[in-house]
């Protein structure tokens, strides 16, 4: 295992269509956070699991974002009608214990146009 | 909301010099503080993790953290031009509803030769 496995890495998609992105944390970890990052802001963070659980979604996400972890393993990330505010860098990490440090995965870019 | 507060920068150093990043945070329950390092284009990797008042050395960077001013900062000596990148600082609650690891937007730093 080498680590927090996004797919895909980019996305381009028309406005209005549904998009789905995959992350892979590593082995064992208890802990999958998703974020959005923008060009010169820091991850914003979209959503947690603790094992297959979703503890907490950011007040900020709309209704047209989604996420799941079947099973507490790898989890998704479905954004539907996608809109061209959408476009951002999706960030997957995980963590083993609550506390513990977070790593990251290569992240998926995608544009709406 | 939490949240986590960074001089956006960029800070400009001369290689060879001290850089020291700043981060206040507003949960005063917040229990873990983590300094990421994130290059141009890349995903955020983690440079150091601290959980007491204090400071922790690693190599050329120390982070300092004191909870009573809900203060957590970075030192980097001998700065490189390697060390140019956009350092952020984390936090991760315990005592509030939702513990999520929040970021800050994130402080550029620019060593120059």
């Known amino acids: 295992d080498t680590g927090v496995s996004q797919n895909p890495r980019h996305k381009i998609t028309k406005r209005g269509q549904n998009v789905t992105f995959r992350c892979d944390p590593i082995?064992?970890?208890?802990?999958l956070y998703w974020y959005r990052q923008t060009l010169g802001q820091g991850p914003e963070f979209l959503t947690y699991?603790?094992?297959?659980?979703?503890?907490?979604k950011s007040r900020l996400l709309s209704d047209r974002f989604s996420a799941e972890r079947p099973k507490g393993s790898f989890s998704t990330l479905e954004i539907q009608r996608t809109e061209q505010g959408d476009s951002a860098m999706y960030l997957c990490?995980?963590?083993?214990?609550?506390?513990?440090?977070?790593?990251f995965g290569q992240g998926t870019r995608l544009t709406v146009v | 909301q939490k949240e986590v507060e960074q001089n956006s920068g960029p800070l400009s150093v001369p290689e060879g010099a001290i850089a020291s990043l700043n981060c206040t945070y507003s949960d005063r329950g917040s229990q873990s503080f983590f300094w990421y390092r994130q290059y141009s284009g890349k995903s955020p990797e983690l440079i150091m993790f601290?959980?007491?008042?204090g400071d922790k050395e690693d190599g050329r960077f120390t982070a300092q953290l004191n909870k009573a001013s809900q203060y957590v900062s970075l030192l980097i000596r001998d700065s490189q031009p390697s060390d140019s990148a956009t350092y952020l600082c984390a936090v991760i609650g315990l005592n509030q509803a939702g513990t999520a690891l929040i970021f800050g937007k994130g402080t550029t730093l620019s060593v120059s030769s």
């Open positions: 699991f603790q094992n297959e659980a979703q503890l907490e």
């Open positions: 990490a995980s963590s083993l214990e609550i506390t513990d440090e977070a790593f």
């Open positions: 082995s064992e970890h208890n802990r």
């Open positions: 601290i959980y007491s008042n």
